[in-house]
């Protein structure tokens, strides 16, 4: 089973800071996706990456995949609170695994 | 659409007790996965089926058995519950992973005394 590290562990900013968190492995990904949950809910996808190299945005969030395809990160730009949530990233190949996830509170 | 749809939200047990949580989907998806998410840990996969009458194990599959009789049912069932089964158990489907991800159900909170 490959292993995803999320980083950080926890985040809290203040609105209207950017951030960003990553996702890594010490083995190639097939593919990437990117997932946030809220509270009382479950995880819900923001965006799937496949290529190395690429670069995704959906709205304020830009999601990049590293060059090798062992990597990935997901940045922020002006954080509101309603971005407060566990960002999961999800491997693709095999029995899926996710990593641990970041927690982020963005404070008003 | 319902999307997927998970019961009960809410369930204690008492150690040594089964009881099955339900999973339906509504989607006509073939894959469907169980998963159990513990405070700061990610979502560990139990179970999963690629189609009707298709099952496998997960990563953490011992203490819990499924089945997929249809397209849109995966049960998911604890055979003898262990205050190590505490957990919040997710249920997701897909039409495929790799391309759309999984739609997750809204969890089933459980506990185990």
């Known amino acids: 089973t490959q292993l995803l590290e999320q980083s950080p562990q926890f985040l809290s900013i203040q609105e209207g800071e950017n951030l960003t968190v990553y996702c890594n492995s010490s083995?190639?990904?097939?593919?990437l996706q990117w997932y946030r949950q809220e509270p009382g809910e479950g995880p819900v996808l923001l965006v799937t990456?496949?290529?190395?190299?690429e670069v995704k945005k959906l709205k304020r969030l830009t999601f990049q995949f590293g060059d090798a395809r062992k990597d990935s990160s997901l940045h922020i730009t002006a954080a509101q609170p309603g971005d407060t949530g566990l960002y999961l990233c999800?491997?693709?190949?095999?029995?899926?695994?996710f990593g641990d996830g970041t927690t982020l509170t963005v404070k008003p | 659409n319902a999307g997927v749809t998970q019961t009960p939200k809410f369930q204690v047990l008492k150690t040594g007790q089964s009881m099955t949580l339900q999973c339906a989907q509504d989607?006509?998806?073939?894959?469907m996965s169980w998963y159990r998410q513990d405070p700061g840990m990610g979502l560990r996969l139990i179970h999963y089926?690629?189609?009707?009458?298709?099952?496998d194990q997960g990563e953490v599959p011992n203490g819990y058995n499924v089945s997929r009789s249809t397209t849109e049912d995966f049960p998911l069932r604890l055979l003898s519950a262990a205050p190590s089964q505490t957990s919040v158990y997710f249920c997701?489907?897909?039409?495929?992973?790799?391309?759309?991800?999984?739609?997750f159900g809204s969890g089933t909170r459980l506990t185990v005394v």
């Open positions: 997701a489907s897909s039409y495929s992973p790799a391309n759309y991800g999984y739609t």
């Open positions: 990456v496949v290529t190395g190299g």
């Open positions: 989607m006509n998806h073939e894959y």
């Open positions: 999800r491997n693709n190949a095999g029995k899926s695994t």
């Open positions: 083995s190639v990904f097939s593919s």
């Open positions: 089926s690629v189609g009707a009458g298709i099952t």
